[in-house]
């Protein structure tokens, strides 16, 4: 049970259960769907971008605990960035959940820290993954669909 | 099943008891393992079964004794690999019991047995406008090679609908049957479901229509006495690496002259009678669907697979492997914010589940740190997902070495699942 708890934090479960910034945004500027064909978990991200500046972000779809608390907690985590920092938190999530090492990377996770333990699961990083490759599609402009695969 | 029999004589021949089971599981070494620091029970045996030695055994005598090529050596070597490689097709035959062995096609299991025949029966018999009737418990693998003929020919796919309890339709797919309708396939029993489909029936409607029938029996092959000849269909595909035996091996079977009026589907050595610039002729069935050097080890894991089925029992593994899914689906019951997808009346070898409020992929992670394998997902029938509302199931899947134990981890693992999604 201890392992579990490693990966299944309280913040995980209450975010999959709770996810916050949950539901479509009338005004987006920028939105894209993401989608793991492994699994079948979507995801469709909205964001209202001024200025080079996230002011908001709101998701929908269906997915596992640990998608579904990436996608709630990366919409906290980058509201009020802006688009570079946003691709930047990117880069430190993903070296963190691949068992990379960046420069400077302690202190900048926040919350987001909670997911480390995915890493011990090789099969689930793509579930915690999905919602930034998404923002990725997202902030590119693009409208295809970010795949895992 | 019963058919004829006394109650009593079917109990008497159909009985695994403890000890018989004991051996049977020491037949299969990969179940004797730790997997995160818990005995592995693997229930994910409708994704494929494991290999007892004796297939194991098979494979490796047969790399270091009999390895050649088939069909065309003279010497020793590829005479023994030929003689094992045909005994195996008569062992399908059998198994089957197809009428003559020269029905017996071997592929790289269903997937490629379904593609042959909506390549080489479909591409030369269907036309613009002609239907192909299919269900809605249909794995990719008998959906999607239907659908590119349709794209090629300007065929029809057409869907037969099935009830909540994920049981086909037959008058709806009686409906659905058409002066245009040329080939209903369907499975036997469905992978994600375990619904057991009455396929004689089927096939009795589609013959009265004109159709031709295919049967995926990947799922029954493992469960079921099969047999062709009773069940009347025109082909009917199985994968060894289900039945215990190697993985890139299968089997097709196509009543005798609907392969001889067929085309070949991939050309090479092998498949001809004779070849010259001009042109070639092919050889009979199943040569002609049999291009290239074969998967001769596969071959003979596969018939050895068999031999080992067919000593422990097709029956009694059947009679086993009920009773341990009625077990497993009262204990199932236990479990708070569980329920069953699929209780159609007729079920053979699987359970798929949802809990409330927790995704199957977490059920699989959570339930697989206790050393409980199971499969989480669309299971390869998402268009059946989509029919049931739901975006994945998880499943736990048996098999004639699964026991009673094996059901309890998964119970004891579902109860530790609850306690930490519980909470909220």
Known sequence: ?149 | MAGQKTEEAEVAVSRLDSQSLADLRADFPVLDQQVNGHPLAYLDNAATTHKPRQVIEAVANYYERDNSNVHRGVHELSQRATVAFEAAREKVRAFINAANKNEIVFTRGTTEAINLVANAWGGANLGEGDEILITELEHHSNIVPWQMLAQRSGAVVKVAPINDAGELELEALADLLSPRTRMVALNYVSNTLGSINPVAEVVRLAHDAGALVLVDAAQATPHLAVDVQELDCDFLAFSGHKVYGPTGIGALFGRAELLEAMPPWQGGGDMIEQVSFSGSTYAHPPARFEAGTPNVAGVVGLGAAIDYLESAGIERVATHEHELLDYAEGRLREIPGLSIVGTAAEKTGAHSFVVEGVHPHDIGTVLDSYGVAIRAGHHCTQPLMERLGLVATARASFALYSNRDDVDRLIDALLKLTELFGDG
């Open chain 1, 1 to 149: 049970m201890d392992d579990l708890r490693q990966l299944y934090q309280e913040t995980i479960l209450d975010h999959g259960r709770r996810p916050r910034n949950f539901g479509a945004m009338d005004d987006a500027t920028h939105q894209a769907d993401g989608y793991n064909p492994l699994c079948g978990d979507k995801v469709h991200l909205y964001l209202k971008v001024n200025d080079g500046v996230v002011e908001e972000l709101k998701f929908e779809g269906q997915g596992c605990a640990i998608s579904t608390s990436s996608a709630s907690l990366m919409t906290e985590a980058l509201k009020g960035r802006s688009v570079q920092e946003a691709r930047d938190l990117f880069a430190r999530v993903h070296a963190m959940l691949t068992g990379k090492q960046l420069d400077d990377m302690a202190g900048k996770l926040g919350k987001l820290a909670v997911f480390e333990g995915v890493k011990q699961y090789p099969l689930r990083v793509k579930c915690a993954t999905l919602a930034w490759h998404t923002l990725e599609n997202a902030l590119a402009g693009g409208c295809g669909v970010a795949k895992t695969e």
